[in-house]
């Protein structure tokens, strides 16, 4: 059992920063290129971890105490979340709500090393990162509210082994209408296409990639690894519950899990590929649509 | 109660000696601040001892006022409020000698110290009173001592208006208490609270919505708040702790009071506290957003506090009146936890805003920047509170937010809209605050403490003195703390619940050892993460030991020269949002750009006033004193006329009298 819970953490460890290659893969097969290799990510993170560093003269501690914080809830988070049926360290009743803020902790450092190097450009990606993570937040949270009302359980673990076959036939509206505003938390919280394009290089239009501009060397190797897991994540929650899959041979549930976050990965590449990013005052109609969506999906559980 | 009486003496007696010793400044602090912590400290043990025990306390002396009886009682819901009004104003105390000691040439700290010893008491007999002119005289001199207070700097233009704003609204609320008290008295017929007979439901609603008026306008419930954005700011920074912490929390205890009184409550009424709760927290976090003044956007994020503790006091209600254990016990404990967590943080932020103004000599966010350089302890101490007032895991301020949210998650009142509204107002609404306050909080610990100096006082500025750090560094010490020991902390509302309601007290037990379980996950997640934070920090430090690290200028595009005035300023910061909520709020931009084709100066004003004051007092009053100029022909200042006057109502009442004996 302890094996099982350990393998729940260690497998977002290992595996979250594939994601991140699958998705540029995709990318690459839709413009025609060959691609970098899958496991680039992993190259840069390692790449990156044995670099110097170079730090602005305008930032203080926080500036390099902001990784480490982000890098710490990530971790608490993967003890939190479970993967594919694969019991977890963590499990009391509310964890959901605790998962929610705890990623608030994150944004919180994150926002402020960007407001610590003195630039406007950071500061434009840092009121931008705050203005669309508070419209996602009651997608988020309403979204689990339903399907804690659904299931009749408060905890993560206990929520998604209570989602079965049965469970999507009995209401698959409301499921349906959950999966598509969790598809755009997904999307918006981990700075994707159509939030924030995660490839420009252009300061003015990026959110993620402008805050972290001016790290580098072992901090941004952290940060680009917590953004990977924070993903997986985030997945695993939309995975548990698209796939109600809970046989008794634990292998079969985690192959299960792993397609679809293999799925999760591709439909992002192929989003991305697909569609351009939305103007930046278009996005809160997007993110009140996902709560709007949250909303509904509650409304046909309690009706 | 003889000790708890005790310690208010002694205060008193501070406060009374310092008056007299307007010539030697430094001492009269002294003195009444010595006063005020002591007898603090004196009077704080009845009330754990009360707290814990669930042993109720009284004295009842006679007094010679018409309906009136000195009679004051300690009961668990007493001896919560009591802790932080204690709590907190002996520490903002000790941080107000340090902090008004450059004012010791220019002005009274005698009497200002007088009125801060009389407001100190003061709240503690409106939150002990048990009869209803003592009540109300209580209020009233807690009123007026904190209007001398506010108008500390009276020869200012701002504070004078500040200052008469405070004193009217404070004049209306109580209006509508004395309404209260006379229809509750003229029933039970005794203004004493332990006569109590069952009230016709009518009766009890009217009183609700007095009790809703009277007390919101002292707790700042929208839209009864306009004065807090008024009374903060001007108040010395002290003050306004002691104001937004505790002052503000008796228009809650009054709140609480009135439910004991008023029997079952109705379902409407939960809804009423849900809805002014959802409303007032919202509004208020938006418009502490829009704000340029530090001390301003805290006032309104007081309105935000006031707000989730309400959804808070809702939920427990609507568990009451729908018989629920889980609503009510994870509901008020929630709120009233949420009480004591907003005196903590709100003050810590209040006492760090002064160190602010003490150092840079502004509170405006535009013109600050980068002092944690120089301020390390208060900024330090502003991190905490910042995080604890956003109500971010692992703080205190996390705990009493989460117990709310987990109260409407395990509600079982059934399905339909009784469940749906609840959930989805609570929900909706405490998610978006959550995300607005980091909003703001980022906004405010960025822009000031960040970055690079915008002005030359930022760039001169320097740590507060000892008696102030040493109060911030508490009350940052005691946000860990209420949150670490959250499990332990929650149960004092095994003896304030009972009080509330009459639910089985064996199911508030069980409901409460349960949350008390899962907070204690809670604090494990915490403490780990504490853990996993300090050994990576190790990791990190190690990590660096031999590599190469250099410092640069901040990446600037490949600008020659970047300056200080081209960083993000919090109005741009908070644009994006202040523009997507611009219905509420109402953002008047006013922008003079050069039209020539040559570069010439131009200038962009944003001001974000309330739209209550705008929209319903503003042409309420007008309308009031349009009304009121047809009565004026009565005004002549003939004093002949006057007197007839007098003796007309003298020979009508007469009449009166006679007729009807």
């Known amino acids: 059992m302890i094996f099982l819970k350990i393998l729940n953490t260690v497998l977002a460890l290992i595996t979250a920063p594939l994601l991140l290659g699958i998705i540029n893969r995709t990318k690459a097969f839709f413009a025609g290129r060959n691609g970098q290799p899958l496991l680039q990510p992993y190259y840069d993170i390692w790449k990156l971890l044995n670099k110097g560093s170079v730090y602005s003269i305008a930032t203080s501690r926080i500036f390099r105490i902001g990784p480490v914080v982000g890098f710490s809830v990530v971790l608490i988070a993967a003890a939190i979340v479970p993967f594919g049926g694969l019991p977890v360290l963590l499990d009391f009743q509310g964890d959901l709500i605790l998962f929610a803020y705890l990623f608030g902790l994150s944004r919180f450092f994150t926002v402020l090393m960007a407001m610590d190097t003195a630039s406007s450009f950071e500061g434009m990606g840092a009121s931008r990162e705050v203005t669309f993570s508070a419209l996602t937040e009651p997608a988020l949270l309403i979204g689990l509210a339903a399907i804690a009302k659904y299931t009749g359980y408060v905890s993560l673990a206990q929520i998604f082994s209570s989602i079965n076959f049965d469970a999507w036939l009995n209401a698959a509206p409301a499921f349906i209408l959950i999966g598509f505003a969790f598809l755009i938390v997904f999307l918006s919280e981990n700075s994707r296409i159509p939030v924030d394009d995660p490839n420009t290089h252009l300061e003015l239009t990026m959110i993620h990639e402008v805050m972290i501009l001016d790290h580098s060397g072992p901090d941004l190797a952290i940060i680009l690894y917590s953004a990977a897991m924070k993903m997986w994540l985030l997945g695993a929650i939309l995975t548990g519950i698209v796939i109600p899959v809970h046989s008794d041979n634990v292998f079969l549930n985690v192959s299960a899990a792993l397609l679809f976050m293999l799925l999760l990965a591709v439909l992002t590449g192929i989003i991305e590929s697909s569609m351009a990013r939305l103007r930046l005052l278009h996005v809160p109609q997007l993110l009140i649509g996902a709560a709007t969506l949250s909303v509904l999906a509650l409304i046909l559980i309690l009706r | ?661």
Not at chain 2, 58 to 73: A, Q
């Open chain 2, 1 to 661: 109660m003889s000790i708890f009486i005790l310690g208010l003496t002694v205060i008193l007696a501070g406060g009374l000696v310092s008056i007299f010793l307007g010539r030697r400044p430094a001492l009269a602090s002294f003195l009444a601040v010595a006063g005020a912590a002591v007898g603090s400290i004196i009077s704080i043990f009845p009330c754990f001892k009360i707290l814990l025990s669930g042993i109720a306390e009284s004295m009842r002396l006679e007094w010679n006022v018409p309906f009136g009886s000195f009679f004051i009682k300690i009961d668990a819901i007493s001896a919560l409020f009591l802790i932080p009004i204690f709590g907190l104003s002996a520490i903002a105390a000790v941080y107000g000698m340090g902090y008004l000691s450059s004012y010791s040439s220019r002005k009274n700290l005698g009497v200002h110290w007088f009125f801060y010893n009389l407001l100190l008491i003061a709240m503690a007999l409106v939150v002990v009173a048990r009869n209803g002119v003592l009540f109300l005289v209580s209020w009233e001199i807690m009123s007026l001592s904190s209007f001398f207070l506010v108008t500390f700097e009276y020869e200012q233009e701002k504070t004078q208006k500040a200052g008469l704003i405070y004193l009217i609204a404070m004049h209306i609320g109580t209006a509508f208490l004395i309404a209260f008290f006379v229809l509750l008295g003229n029933h039970n017929g005794s203004m004493d609270f332990d006569k109590i007979s069952v009230l016709p439901s009518s009766l009890a609603s009217i009183l609700f919505l007095l009790a809703i008026v009277g007390f919101g306008t002292k707790a700042g419930f929208m839209p009864f708040h306009v004065w807090l954005p008024y009374a903060h700011p001007a108040a010395p920074s002290h003050v306004s702790a002691v104001m937004s912490g505790v002052m503000i929390k008796t228009g809650i205890y009054g709140l609480v009071r009135t439910l004991t009184l008023l029997g079952t409550p109705p379902e409407w009424w939960c809804w009423t506290l849900i809805i002014i709760g959802a409303v007032s927290g919202v509004l208020g976090v938006l418009f502490a957003l829009a704000q340029h003044d530090l001390k301003r956007l805290l006032a309104y994020h007081s309105v935000e506090n006031i707000g989730i503790i309400t959804i808070g006091l809702g939920v427990g209600l609507l568990g009451i009146s729908k018989g629920s254990p889980v609503l009510v016990v994870l509901g008020f404990t929630g709120g009233l936890f949420h009480v004591i967590n907003h005196a903590v943080f709100k003050g810590l932020l209040f006492l760090c805003a002064g160190s602010i103004l003490h150092s840079c000599g502004t509170g405006h966010i535009d013109r600050l920047g980068g002092i944690i350089k120089r301020m390390p302890w208060t900024a330090c101490t502003f991190l905490i509170g910042a995080i604890a007032i956003s109500g971010l895991p692992p703080l205190n301020g996390f705990v009493s937010e989460f117990m709310i949210y987990l109260g409407v998650f395990k509600s079982d009142t059934g399905s339909g809209m009784n469940e749906l509204i609840p959930s989805l107002i609570v929900i909706g609404s405490l998610s978006l605050i959550g995300g607005l306050a980091l909003a703001c909080f980022t906004k405010a610990f960025g822009v000031i403490f960040l970055g690079l100096p915008r002005s030359s006082e930022a760039q001169h500025a320097h740590e507060a003195g000892t008696c102030m750090r040493f109060s911030m560094v508490i009350l940052a010490a005691c946000c860990v703390i209420l949150g670490i020991f959250s499990p332990l902390v929650i149960r004092f509302a095994e003896n304030v619940i009972p009080e509330i309601t009459s639910l089985n007290t064996e199911q508030i037990q069980i409901e409460l050892s349960s949350a008390s379980g899962i907070l204690n996950h809670f604090v494990a997640a915490s403490l780990i993460l504490m853990g996993i934070i300090g050994i990576i920090t190790v990791l990190h430090k190690l990590l660096f030991g031999r590599r190469i690290v250099r410092e640069a200028v901040t990446w600037d595009c490949g600008y020659a020269r970047p300056e200080p005035r081209m960083q993000y300023t919090a109005t741009s910061f908070a644009q994006p949002l202040v523009d997507l909520f611009r219905f509420f709020l109402r953002t008047n931009k006013d922008i003079s750009r050069s039209e020539d084709i040559f570069p010439a100066q131009s200038r962009l004003n944003t001001d974000t006033s309330d739209i209550c004051e705008k929209y319903i007092y503003q042409p309420g009053f007008k309308f009031l004193s349009e009304l009121l100029a047809k009565l004026r022909w009565l005004q002549h200042g003939r004093i002949q006329l006057y007197i007839l006057y007098i003796a007309l109502t003298l020979l009508i009442l007469l009449i009166w009298k006679l007729m009807k004996a």
